[in-house]
């Protein structure tokens, strides 16, 4: 998400931590990323001139010699970029666009109404799992599973400090895709399993960088192969969905079990990113200082405690949860029957349901409006009626190149992404003018799906506003010993998305 749409002091306020694991959020605010008051005044002086140019273009509609779609795609990377929240920069740029093609004040706000129904379905599913996931929490799982850890990774032998390493790196593996497909608590497990680990990272001189790109790889591979949880949103629900709307026009059919197929290229580069990460950016050892802070950390979990009952009732919720969504297709239903049962099973007080349940809208409520605004942003780039003529022209200008058809597609959905973040979002502004351009140059089906959920979801990991890299952050900086942008933000972009890059490349050109 935008920075200033979810900063991270909403992010880790709204994590349904069990017991209190980052102890100061403004502190950590001001580490994770320093934001100014006021805007620089450079951004000022720009802005004016943009709002100048585009009032003009407003007023005479058709002045300006840029395609609507064009204006409207680009000012909102630029609001973006100049931490305007993200809804905002897409209503706004949508009704520039709208505006700049001819349509009236009416038709373009009707546009927006009119296409906000897919993006609200989704939204709604998203706030259910952030209430599951707030239930989980409470239920004193994750804090087990840290202490577990602890004790158990604690008394290894410092001659077999390798193996305890890459076992690390495998559990951190397992934990990802677990909070993305089975248990869907998204990156709520980061600040409550890795705190307690700090102390054992720095006795094995881990680079925390190569922690972080584990992370952030395992969890957007993850949703992005996977069609459970976060990946059944992903796949099913906002991929397909809009592959299919927008396709039909061509007559485009994509079906559910062709889409990982078609992002499995692409998310093996995400992997191969990764274990460059791991076996030689940051293979060799990092010093850090165990400070109070870490130790406390440490100490803190040798006071868990979950009853044997808590812990079934919780086990039977995850389970009633993974089996509705893979036998009904409905996450949605499946997440409201585990908050119920944890609820029913007295994990938390019955009074406190409604606590509960805001703390998980809270930290999920972001995403689901901007999923859904930008639903309303594809109605508008479709409404007018430019996408074809910009189609056409960009067909002629690359001509035959499909492999440069192809990287600057990629590279247009990188720049958008990392604007604000979000690949869920993505997806809908893409898919109106990339299953048309990508049909018309002559792709598959196949390779058209993978265009464009590649580059919807490159810049999700790497992008300074993500929830993936503020969540990272989040845990590895719990004693101030880890920068935002030099040990989160740069290092997963790098090893993500260029990897992605490539291998996304290649299965358009192959599919």
Known sequence: MNRSLLNPSAVLTALPISSPQIQNVDAMNENVMNVPNKPPFKVMAIACVVCLILGF????????????VVLAIGLMIFLCVARVPVTIALIASALVGGLHSGLSTEEAIAAINDNLLVGSQVGMTYIMVGALAVALARSGVLDLLARKLVSMLGNEDTKHQSKVKWLLYGIFMVASILSQNAVPVHIAFIPVMIPPLLVIFNKLRIDRRAIACVLACSISSSY????TGFGA?????????????VGSAYGLAVTADMVPKAMFLPVMGILAGMLVAVFFSYRKPRDYTTNDVALEHLEKTKDTVIKPFQLVMTLIAVAVTL????????LLVGAMLGFMILSLAGIFRWDQQDDVFTQGMRMMVQIAVIITIASGFAGVLEATGEIKPLVQ???E???DHKALAA????????????????????VPILAPIYIPLALTLGFSPMAAVALLGASAALGDAGSPASTITLGATS???ADGQHDHVRDSVIPTFMHANFGMVIFAWIAAMVL
């Open 407 to 426: 990287a600057i597609m990629l590279i247009v959905g990188l720049f958008i992404t990392i604007g604000f973040g979000d690949s869920f979002a993505s």
């Open 233 to 245: 949103i992903f796949l099913n629900e906002i991929l397909l969905a809009n592959v299919n709307d």
């Open 475 to 477: 845990g590895l900086n």
């Open 224 to 227: 992005l192969l996977l069609p």
């Open 397 to 399: 200008l690359i001509g």
């Open 393 to 395: 022209a960009s067909a």
């Open 57 to 68: 273009g407003i007023l005479n509609p058709g002045s300006l010699p840029i395609n609507s």
């Open 323 to 330: 089996v509705f969504q893979v036998t009904f297709d409905s």
